[in-house]
């Protein structure tokens, strides 16, 4: 019963969003029709270069961020069996560790790649 109160909710919450988002939209772009404005910025002929590089940067942040989790995941199983730490702390930490390298790593590359 919990669970489908939360995806319930959940399904709420992102409808809400998205609503609020396109009504707003749309309340602009009405109030700059009738102002006699210029509305030609809200359609573009073709997606901008700055879009494409957008969506190269998230997938190289989400493959970083991924990579340093299973690496986390075999370095805490190591410090485990190796040291003998408690699990839950040497893999909840190193996963966390690895998972910012990752971060770090990934924001020097579009760093980089932007200039």
């Given at each position: 019963m919990e669970v489908s109160i939360v995806f319930i909710s959940l399904f709420i919450v992102i409808f809400g969003i998205f609503y609020v988002h396109y009504t707003t939209r749309h309340k602009e772009r009405i109030a700059l029709?009738?102002?006699d404005k210029d509305v030609s910025l809200f359609?573009?002929?073709k997606p901008?270069?700055?879009?494409?590089?957008?969506?190269?940067?998230?997938?190289?942040?989400?493959?970083?961020?991924s990579i340093g989790i299973g690496l986390g995941i075999l370095f805490g199983r190591l410090?485990?069996?190796i040291s003998g730490m408690q699990e839950e702390i040497a893999v909840t930490a190193s996963i966390f560790l690895t998972?910012?390298?990752g971060l770090l790593v990934g924001f020097f590359i579009t760093k980089k790649e932007v200039k």
């Open positions: 029709i009738e102002k359609y573009s002929a901008t270069r700055a879009a494409s590089q957008v969506w190269k940067i998230i997938i190289l942040n989400l493959a970083l961020v410090l485990v069996d998972a910012g390298i």
